[in-house]
């Protein structure tokens, strides 16, 4: 059973940056697929990055440019650096991973993931 554990969120301003970890224990992420996924009040969750085994990165178009996905597979770390934040970005972050081989996993997809995290909140004021 893997535990995803994130941390990073926060208050910060408009154009200000900010990184998110996950954490993962109980398995090793060298196998996984991992994501971030974030929901803001009433909307529902969506797609912000994943990243392959390969290590190829996808993004969801609104945060091409401005966030950046990355892993450390020694430290079973995902990370997600996020740069010229709006408030529009305010949400609770999930980290999300997946075990599944590379062609029957949809990176967008939140049903192609395994294991989630609790979240983290981040607010971005204007």
């Known amino acids: 059973q893997v535990q995803l554990r994130e941390s990073g969120g926060g208050l910060v301003q408009a154009g200000d940056s900010l990184r998110l970890s996950c954490a993962a224990s109980?398995?090793?992420?060298?196998?996984?697929?991992p994501a971030w996924f974030r929901q803001a009040p009433g909307k529902e969750r969506e797609f912000v990055g994943a990243?392959?085994?390969?290590?190829?990165?996808s993004y969801t178009d609104w945060v091409r440019g401005r966030f950046t996905i990355s892993r450390d597979n020694a430290e079973n770390t995902v990370y997600l650096q996020m740069s010229s934040l709006r408030p529009e970005d305010t949400a609770v972050y999930y980290c999300?991973?997946?075990?599944?081989?590379?062609?029957?996993?949809?990176?967008?997809?939140?049903?192609?993931?395994?294991?989630w995290g609790q979240g983290t909140q981040v607010t971005v004021s204007s």
């Open positions: 990243i392959r085994r390969s290590g190829q990165k």
């Open positions: 999300a991973v997946g075990f599944r081989a590379d062609s029957n996993l949809y990176p967008s997809s939140p049903a192609s993931y395994d294991y």
């Open positions: 109980g398995g090793t992420l060298r196998s996984s697929v």
